[in-house]
C-alpha cells in the first residue's frame, strides 16, 4: 500500500522578499512576503504612508516604471509578474487581476459612459460583440445592487453619488470574471451608512464568487469585516500577521496594540481617553537602523534600534516581528482583563 497525499493548490498571489524604491532613495516597501490563498481574503493595514497601496499595485505592476524599482518575486496563479511583457500584463489586468480603486470618480473616465466604460472592458478581453458585452454590463450592475441598473449603464461617473460610483467601480473590476481583486480602501471616501453597505456587498461578492482578495484599509473594524486574515504593515513592512481573530485579540506586536487602543471600542474604560501612538512614521528616505516603529514603541530598549527584530511564531499561522512580542502581548492581555473585571 502507497501513502497518497492531497496536493495543496498553489496560493493565488504569492510574495517572497518584495521591495519597492521610488527615485531611488524612498524605498515604500520593505522585504515583504505574504500568500494569498485561493478564495481566501487579507485585509492589509496601517497607517498612510505604510506601504500598503504600493504592495497591491505592485502585484499588477501599475506602479510608474521609469521611477521604480522592484526586487523580489510576485507570482500570481502560478505565472511570475516580474518576467511578464506589455501583452501579458495587459492580458493579467482585469482578466486575472482587477482593483477597485479608493476614488472612483478618478478612476472612471468622466468624458464616457460608466457602461461604456464596462462594455469596453469587457471586450478588449473577450471577443464578443457590443450588445452582448452591454448585456453582461447590465449583470454586473444587477450584481452590486446597483437600482435601475440599465439606465444607470448609460449615466456619466459625475451623475452618480459616491456609493453608486463605488459599486460601479466594483461592477467594472469583476467584469471580467478576474481570479484575484485588489481593493485599494474602497470606502474611504464614503459616509458611515454607505461604508458599511459597501464592505457588506465585498463580503457577499468575495463567498459568492470565490474571489481571493486584498483589501487595503487603515480601519480594523473594516479589515475584522471583510477578512480571514490580517497583515498589519508598518514603514513598508510587515510586522504582524494572523487570522483576524489572532491579531484583533490576541496582537504580538506594539504598533498593533497601538492601533486598537485608538480605536474607539478598543480595549478601553468608558469615557476615557482615546490612546494616540505617539511620533510619526519614519522618512522612508532616511530609514533609521533596527526597527522602524523603535522611535514610537513604549517597550523599545537599546537592541531595537540597532538591528532587524525577529520574526517569532505567536501561534499557528500568527507571527510578529518584536524582540518583545510576548511581553506586548501579555501586556494588552492583562489590560484586557483589568477592564472586563471593572
Not at 487595503?216 to 473594516?222: C, I, K
Not at 476615557?272 to 530598549?301: H, K, M, V, Y
Request: include cysteine; charged fraction near 25%.
Amino acid at each position: 500500500m502507497t501513502d497518497t497525499m492531497t496536493p495543496v493548490p498553489e496560493p493565488a498571489v504569492a510574495i517572497q522578499g518584495l521591495s519597492v524604491t521610488f527615485g531611488g532613495k524612498v524605498r515604500a516597501v520593505d522585504r515583504v512576503d505574504l500568500t494569498l490563498g485561493r478564495g481566501q481574503a487579507i485585509a492589509l493595514i496601517g497607517e498612510s504612508g505604510s506601504g500598503k497601496s504600493v504592495t497591491l499595485r505592485a502585484i499588477m505592476r501599475l506602479n510608474p516604471e521609469r521611477k521604480t524599482a522592484i526586487e523580489g518575486r510576485i507570482v500570481v496563479a502560478g505565472r511570475d509578474v516580474m518576467a511578464m511583457g506589455k501583452r501579458e500584463l495587459t492580458t493579467l489586468r482585469g482578466r486575472e487581476v482587477a482593483m477597485i480603486f479608493q476614488e472612483p470618480l478618478l478612476a472612471l473616465d468622466p468624458v464616457y459612459t460608466v457602461g461604456r466604460q464596462i462594455t469596453e472592458a469587457i471586450r478588449q478581453h473577450e471577443k464578443i460583440g457590443a450588445t452582448e458585452a452591454r448585456a453582461r454590463a447590465l449583470e454586473q450592475f444587477e450584481r452590486v445592487r446597483i437600482p435601475s441598473p440599465e439606465r444607470r449603464l448609460d449615466a456619466y461617473p459625475h451623475e452618480m453619488s459616491g456609493g453608486m460610483r463605488q459599486r460601479a467601480m466594483i461592477a467594472l473590476a469583476l467584469a471580467c470574471n478576474p481570479k484575484v481583486l485588489l481593493a485599494d480602501e474602497p470606502t474611504t471616501a464614503l459616509d458611515a451608512t454607505v461604508q458599511i453597505q459597501i464592505l457588506l456587498l465585498l463580503r457577499d461578492l468575495q463567498a459568492e464568487l470565490g474571489l481571493s482578495t486584498i483589501f487595503v484599509t487603515h480601519d480594523l473594524g473594516a479589515a475584522v469585516e471583510v477578512a480571514d486574515r490580517i497583515a498589519v504593515m508598518y514603514a513598508g513592512r510587515i510586522v504582524e500577521e494572523g487570522s483576524a481573530r489572532q491579531v484583533v485579540l490576541n496582537p504580538h506586536h506594539p504598533y498593533t496594540i497601538g492601533l486598537l487602543r485608538s480605536r474607539a471600542d478598543g480595549a478601553l474604560a468608558k469615557g476615557s481617553r482615546l490612546q494616540t501612538i505617539p511620533g510619526s512614521p519614519p522618512d522612508l528616505a532616511n530609514r533609521p537602523p533596527g526597527c522602524p516603529f523603535a522611535p514610537r514603541c513604549f517597550l523599545a530598549e537599546d537592541r531595537c534600534r540597532v538591528g532587524d527584530p525577529p520574526v517569532v511564531e505567536a501561534g499557528p499561522g500568527h507571527r510578529a516581528a518584536c524582540w518583545k512580542s510576548d511581553e506586548a502581548a501579555g501586556g494588552f492581555r492583562e489590560q484586557r482583563s483589568e477592564l472586563e473585571v471593572t
